[in-house]
């Protein structure tokens, strides 16, 4: 398996542009969690999906951040406007299911905004 | 709710000398603990993990732990270090077998030749 898959690795990006994220997990899991690390606030979760379903979306920063899991190969995190305190690396993780004991994680994206 | 404390942010030390990467957690429920590896630019890679059963445990790549409930502990060990252990770890736990971590912030492990 190729692990969980994320794109781009790298996008610099304008104040006030849209940003799309993008994550493919790995085949047969069922939970999908997307983190921010930055060096000011270490791993923070935004938000975590289990069979495509939003569970807990508390750790979104604000409304500017949206996330999408349309089927259980894919899933997007958005973020429109961007502004530079957004920069960042965002890590998208998958495991088997809720219960599971272990979180697969990909390479991540690292955002700059400017 | 629960939260991780990872006392040292930085632990300098020479190859083949052994180390301790401190963790401690609060909560009022059980847990599950867990010690993460990130090498530059990758994503986070499981070292090893604590359910139940025996308060030690081993991981890979000769790092074990040890869970310590009075003192709400789980602190990472490795008895011989390698220029390649060099990497940030992170500790994690999870509450009531429902696995959503919380990490903490990280310690930067830098072995020296």
């Known amino acids: 398996d190729a692990g969980v898959i994320q794109s781009p690795r790298h996008e610099v990006t304008e104040m006030g542009q849209e940003v799309t994220l993008r994550c493919k997990p790995i085949?047969?899991?069922?939970?999908l969690f997307w983190y921010r690390q930055t060096m000011m606030r270490g791993l923070e979760l935004l938000i975590y999906f289990n069979n495509n379903v939003p569970i807990d979306d508390s750790g979104m920063p604000e409304d500017r951040f949206s996330a999408k899991m349309p089927n259980a190969s894919f899933s997007t995190l958005k973020i429109q406007p961007s502004e530079p305190r957004d920069s960042a690396v965002y890590f998208c993780?998958?495991?088997?299911?809720?219960?599971?004991?272990?979180?697969?994680f990909g390479q991540g994206t690292r955002l700059t905004v400017v | 709710a629960q939260s991780v404390t990872q006392l040292d942010s930085q632990v300098p030390v020479f190859e083949e000398a052994p180390v301790e990467l401190r963790c401690n957690y609060s909560s009022s429920v059980s847990v599950y603990l867990f010690w993460y590896v990130q090498y530059p630019n990758q994503g986070l890679q499981l070292l090893l993990k604590y359910l139940s059963g025996s308060t030690l445990v081993k991981g890979i790549n000769g790092f074990e732990a040890e869970f310590n409930k009075s003192q709400t502990s789980f602190h990472l060990r490795k008895p011989s270090v390698h220029i390649s252990d060099t990497a940030e770890y992170f500790c994690a736990v999870s509450e009531g077998g429902s696995y959503i971590p919380t990490f903490g912030r990280g310690t930067s492990l830098i072995v020296h030749p």
């Open positions: 993780a998958s495991s088997p299911n809720v219960l599971n004991t272990e979180a697969f």
């Open positions: 085949s047969g899991h069922n939970s």
